[in-house]
């Protein structure tokens, strides 16, 4: 049987998203998320971004929400599990920004 994510604390979020400042940390009442927005240089670069989301998001199976008008991208990331941020979340930005710099 597979284990529940355990849901990380806030010290434990904030250190990590020192190295991913283009990614918010918010903690509503019912609710902890990850979000990202970025206005790309064009729709075929935040469609390229995009595409790249949908492949990590698959080998992770794990997928967040997406927004996308023309060039902006906006992703809302967390467990829906728990409601909240476990280590599948950072390892899904970890993997998705190491992969995309070139679009940012």
Do not use: G
């Amino acid at each position: 049987m597979k284990q529940p994510n355990q849901i990380l604390n806030e010290e434990t979020i904030e250190t990590f998203l020192k190295d991913f400042p283009q990614w918010k940390y918010t903690k509503e009442q019912t609710l902890s998320y990850l979000s990202f927005e970025h206005s790309f240089v064009s729709f075929t670069s935040a469609f390229l971004f995009l595409t790249k989301l949908a492949f990590v998001s698959e080998s992770l199976d794990h997928h967040a929400e997406i927004w996308n008008v023309y060039n902006k991208v906006r992703l809302k990331l967390f467990t829906h599990e728990t409601n909240a941020i476990t280590s599948k979340d950072l390892e899904l930005i970890r993997i998705l920004m190491e992969n995309t710099n070139e679009f940012l």
